[in-house]
């Protein structure tokens, strides 16, 4: 089975910094990779994801994510953060064995910018 | 627009009653699927359905029911409440996930049991 791993659980950065969120994945067969967005009392909502192609995903907000299957990640970078980026962000990676379909989610990051 | 909704949004209960959590989506997807969300532990899911009359175990089943009898709800069953299950509860739909769709999330349920 699929597992993610989120290696920062808080991140602190000063407004305007650039910022980076680390993922690893478990496993080396073809995956589709997703990040999302929890804002403070929201519910998720996506920020971009990774079906095939180019390894440079860009999403909304200014991030951008690269996929690299050789190291099993997917780090998410904004080069410049704003306040209103703090919230809490989850990697997820698709699960396809036996017909299934399902996602399964890091523990997340909370990013707080400081101004 | 199409859309998830959960209700209620917040709910005190007592240890042992049963309460149902509701969600309705109206983006006709086939797969639905209830998580919690607990400090530390990010995500787990609990249930989900890939259909109607379909019905599977996540990884956090226990003391919980789920049934789809149409394609737009799929409602959340706590037999007995428990302490344990203080939580915030989201449901999320998707088309099909072997397609590289994304799900859709729900605005989420605070769930507190006293």
């Known amino acids: 089975a699929q597992s993610v791993t989120q290696l920062d659980s808080q991140v602190p950065v000063f407004e305007e910094a650039p910022v980076e969120l680390r993922c690893n994945y478990s496993s080396s067969v073809s995956v589709y990779l997703f990040w999302y967005v929890q804002y403070p009392n929201q519910g998720l909502q996506l920020l971009l994801k990774?079906?095939?192609?180019?390894?440079l995903v860009k999403g909304i907000n200014g991030f951008e994510a690269e996929f690299n299957k050789s190291q099993t990640s997917f780090h998410l970078r904004k080069p410049s953060v704003h306040i209103s980026d703090t919230a809490e962000y989850f990697c997820a990676v698709s699960d396809r064995q036996g017909g299934s379909e399902k996602l399964v989610f890091g523990k997340g990051t909370k990013l707080t910018v400081n101004p | 627009d199409a859309e998830i909704t959960q209700s209620p949004r917040h709910k005190i209960t007592e240890t042992g009653r049963q309460v149902t959590l509701a969600c309705h989506q109206t983006w006709n997807h086939n797969n639905m699927f209830w998580y919690r969300q607990d400090l530390g532990h990010g995500l787990r899911l609990i249930h989900y359905?890939?259909?109607?009359?379909?019905?599977n175990k996540g990884e956090v089943s226990d003391g919980y029911s789920v049934s789809r009898s149409n394609t737009e709800d799929l409602p959340l069953t706590l037999e007995s409440a428990a302490s344990s299950q203080t939580s915030v509860y989201f449901c999320?739909?998707?088309?099909?996930?072997?397609?590289?769709?994304?799900?859709?999330f729900g605005p989420g349920t605070r769930l507190t049991v006293t």
């Open positions: 359905s890939y259909g109607v009359q379909d019905t």
């Open positions: 990774y079906l095939s192609g180019s390894t």
């Open positions: 999320a739909s998707s088309p099909r996930l072997a397609l590289g769709y994304e799900q859709y």
